[in-house]
Nanobody
C-alpha cells in the first residue's frame, strides 16, 4: 500500500533552515508529481510546493518563493523540502501528498516550529 513518511521537522529560530524528507513506498515513485502541504493551527491546509515526476518542473506558493526548494531523488523514492530564512509564520505541520490513480495519499506530517 502507499506509504509516505515525513521527517526532519523541529524547532528552529527565525532565519534558520530545515530540510524535510518524505520517504515514499508502495507505488512507482518516479511516475508521479509530489507535493508538500502545510497546516497551521486554526488555518486550512495549503499547498507549499510541487515537483514533477522527473524533477524538471517545480511550483511554489508565493509565500515561500525564494526561500524554499523542493527536490526529489527518484533512486531513493524520496522528496525533500529545503526551507531557509524561516519565519514564525512558517510554523505548521508539513505533509507530503501524492495523487495516484485519482486517490490522494497523505503522510502523517512533521511539525515545524519557528520561534526564538
Amino acid at each position: 500500500q502507499v506509504q509516505l513518511v515525513e521527517s526532519g521537522g523541529g524547532l528552529v529560530q527565525p532565519g534558520g533552515s530545515l530540510r524535510l524528507s518524505c520517504a515514499a513506498s508502495g507505488f512507482t515513485f518516479s511516475n508521479y508529481f509530489m507535493n508538500w502541504y502545510r497546516q497551521a493551527p486554526g488555518k486550512e491546509r495549503e499547498l507549499v510546493a510541487s515537483i514533477s515526476s522527473s524533477g524538471g518542473r517545480t511550483n511554489y506558493a508565493n509565500s515561500v518563493k525564494g526561500r524554499f526548494t523542493i527536490s526529489r531523488d527518484n533512486a531513493k523514492n524520496t522528496v525533500y523540502l529545503q526551507m531557509s530564512s524561516l519565519k514564525p509564520e512558517d510554523t505548521a505541520v508539513y505533509y507530503c501528498y501524492v495523487l495516484r490513480l485519482s486517490v490522494g495519499f497523505w503522510g502523517q506530517g512533521t511539525q515545524v516550529t519557528v520561534s526564538s
